[in-house]
């Protein structure tokens, strides 16, 4: 039985890892993690069927075009701390009772349910689904609720063989996960109910993230023209998109750089937007893990979600204030052309396709205000982060 929950500690981590996978991208310890997890998800894209376990259905690059997206957001920050919070609290608790030799944790939580550390858990690993939405990650938290379950289930056999009688009164008036009248309401208190609990869990947790993608997708506010569609990062630079990105596309640094034949999608950017290296390798100082400022960054991505996306890098340390004054303060863009072979873009269904393969191709500075270009450049095919699988918006 050691070996079984060793095993079962292993995927709850793995959950974790992977979750956490765009805090490790902002640390020093990127580059290892990506040598050892970069082949996995490569195979996962390699094929058609597997290929959207690597894809992302929320937004991530940009802020969120509505404000129902943007509490989706929010609530992934709030479920992540709260989920840590409430684990946190529970695991004082038993700490404490197991030094101070007070008996086992039957109050605050553990009055009314019997496993409020695994609750909490699950609840904070939705919340990390929101925050760094890959499809793989919903799947693993599907897989980690079933592996609490089962850990739960061998504690209470544990418990039982313990202290027979005690432990079966504690379960006679407590719920598993949730308060006892709300299991039998929802037929938990049996093994075919429990079934079908799970079954549900599994088919809104997967089903309601196609769906939000699709909706997301539906939501974004792009500019299209001919084989053209241009995405702005903040909604304050629409209007100045929508004025004079038809005469962007007519510069020679630019119209030179197209190829008529193929479909572009075009991120419109502050030249310091922080997550621009998830689009193309636009140069070192966006490799974040090089920034030297993890822990600000993870404060901000979990605290602050919108204003480092508005703003540009330096608004990680300024808040919104910074992010405003940041947008009004120049009206130099940067635009990444990002290539979608045997796509069209008339459609943000095609642009956003889960099996679309999208090819960073080249970068433009301009000033907006004047069509002056301050830099133009070819991309190289990967990501700042090589080839490994990123957001898409």
């Not at 400022?293 to 919104?320: C, E, N, R, V, Y």
Request: aromatic letters at 12%; one cysteine or more.
């Amino acid at each position: 039985m050691t070996r079984t929950r060793a095993v079962f500690s292993g995927a709850i981590v793995l959950y974790f890892i992977i979750g956490l996978e765009i805090l490790i991208m902002i640390s020093p310890f990127a580059g290892f993690f990506y040598s050892a997890f970069n082949p996995f998800l490569l195979g996962l894209a390699k094929y058609p069927a597997t290929r959207w376990l690597s894809s992302f259905f929320f937004v991530h690059l940009l802020v969120p075009p509505d404000d129902f997206l943007k509490f989706v957001r929010i609530m992934g920050s709030v479920l992540f701390v709260a989920g840590l919070t409430g684990f946190l609290v529970c695991a004082f608790q038993v700490y404490a009772g197991k030094l101070l030799k007070t008996g086992p944790a039957l109050k605050g939580l553990y009055s009314v349910i019997r496993h409020p550390q695994y609750l909490s858990l699950a609840v904070a690993g939705a919340g990390l689904a929101i925050m760094w939405p890959r499809f793989l990650v919903v799947v693993l938290w599907i897989a980690m609720v079933f592996v609490y379950y089962l850990l739960a289930k061998d504690e209470e056999r544990r418990m039982r063989k313990q202290f027979p009688a005690p432990y079966q009164q504690y379960i006679d008036r407590s719920g598993m996960f949730l308060p006892k009248r709300m299991e039998c309401a929802l037929g938990f208190s049996t093994a075919a109910g429990r079934l079908v609990v799970f079954a549900v869990i599994s088919a809104a947790a997967l089903g309601g993230a196609f769906l939000l993608r699709d909706y997301t997708v539906s939501h974004l506010p792009l500019w299209t023209e001919g084989n053209v569609a241009v995405l702005p990062i903040s909604s304050g630079d629409e209007p100045m998109l929508q004025h004079r990105m038809g005469e962007i596309l007519q510069l020679e640094e630019v119209k030179s750089r197209l190829r008529g034949n193929q479909a572009y999608l075009v991120y419109f950017l502050p030249q310091d937007y922080v997550m621009q290296g998830l689009i193309g390798d636009t140069g070192g100082d966006w490799q974040l893990y090089k920034q030297h400022h993890t822990m600000s960054m993870i404060t901000d991505f979990i605290i602050h979600p919108f204003g480092h996306l508005a703003g540009g890098h330096h608004a990680m340390h300024g808040g919104a204030a910074a992010a405003e004054h940041n947008m009004g303060s120049s009206t130099v863009r940067r635009l990444i052309f990002v290539r979608i072979p045997n796509e069209t873009a008339d459609k943000a269904s095609h642009l956003f396709a889960l099996n679309a393969i999208r090819i960073p191709d080249f970068m433009v500075d301009v000033d907006v205000h004047t069509l002056r270009v301050l830099a133009a450049k070819n991309l190289p095919v990967e990501t700042a982060w090589g080839k490994v699988p990123t957001p898409v918006f």
